[in-house]
């Protein structure tokens, strides 16, 4: 029989690697709770990444012209790819990834005007990714407002403890940036112009709320675990504030109005996004 590590002494030669600055690179390195902790936090961006693909397929047929079409394709592939970038990282860490692609529907939409931070399904993905987009404002709000905020809490994620993260995240990061720049050049062009200023408007009064709502209640004890194991660098509101600081400087600039957001103290997820 093989002699299994106590998983007193696996914690304590984690703790001592982390101290050292070390990364994680294997399972066989990691305690129980780091695993946990881990593939949770892998997972809501594996599921977000694939949700978000599903969510953009219908505007490659809907987009305004050809060259759009070609920019929304892309984009989705590139979503996919991220997806199956963070499953294969989740198979390395003991995910039955076949099994729970096959058990939930990445294409679930919901017709709700606010879902504050509730999950509307079983699967770990984001809840901004259960709504629907409906229109071409929406799609590129998604691409201003989500994409950003996804950016912002990608960046822990490029030099967290776990190693083969780190090492996925660094072409995934550069390609959401390429997403946001999408959005901000549309963004840009549709408030300048009267005839869209104030659609664009609404639909930003819309999704900007529910990307307040991605990063987590602040002083989260589940977020200070996530720091001590060195998967993640900040509260989840240094993440909040410093995706609203850049949100504000563009609103600005290009002529639109920050919408109000409040904390919902009572149903404010512990949990922050990584991914999308």
């Known amino acids: ?40 936090l892998m997972m809501m961006q594996a599921d977000s990444e694939l949700a978000g693909a599903f969510g953009y397929v219908p505007w490659i047929m809907k987009s305004p012209d050809i060259k759009e079409t070609l920019q929304v394709a892309q984009i989705v592939k590139d979503e996919v790819r991220h997806a199956r970038v963070m499953y294969r990282l989740l198979e390395g860490v003991g995910v039955d990834v076949d099994r729970y692609y096959k058990s939930h529907n990445f294409s679930l939409r919901v017709d709700a005007a606010d879902l504050g931070t509730l999950r509307a399904a079983a699967d770990q993905r984001v809840n901004i990714f259960y709504y629907p987009i409906e229109t071409w404002y929406d799609f590129i709000m998604f691409n201003f407002c989500m994409d950003r905020g996804a950016g912002h809490q990608l960046e822990d994620a490029l030099d967290c403890s776990y190693k083969p993260w780190c090492d996925g995240m660094e072409g995934i990061f550069k390609e ?25 408007q609404r639909a930003l009064d ?31 509101d240094q993440v909040r504030q410093a995706f609203a600081k850049e949100i504000g400087g563009l609103c600005r600039r290009f002529g639109l109005r920050v919408p ?17």
Request: hydrophobic share 25%.
């Open 1 to 40: 029989m093989a002699h299994r590590e106590p998983e007193r002494i696996k914690e304590e030669k984690l703790r001592e690697k982390l101290e050292r600055g070390e990364k994680i690179e294997s399972l066989s390195q990691m305690s129980e709770q780091y695993r946990e902790q881990l593939t949770h």
């Open 176 to 200: 959401e940036a390429m997403h946001m720049a999408h959005g901000d050049q549309w963004t840009e062009t549709l408030a300048k112009d009267e005839a869209s200023h104030d659609e664009l």
């Open 206 to 236: 819309k999704w900007y709320p529910r990307t307040m709502n991605i990063f987590g209640r602040k002083d989260s004890p589940r977020n200070k675990v996530y720091r001590a194991l060195g998967l993640k660098k900040r509260d989840n």
């Open 260 to 276: 109000d957001w409040k904390p919902e103290a009572s149903k404010m997820s512990e949990e922050p996004f990584i991914p999308g």
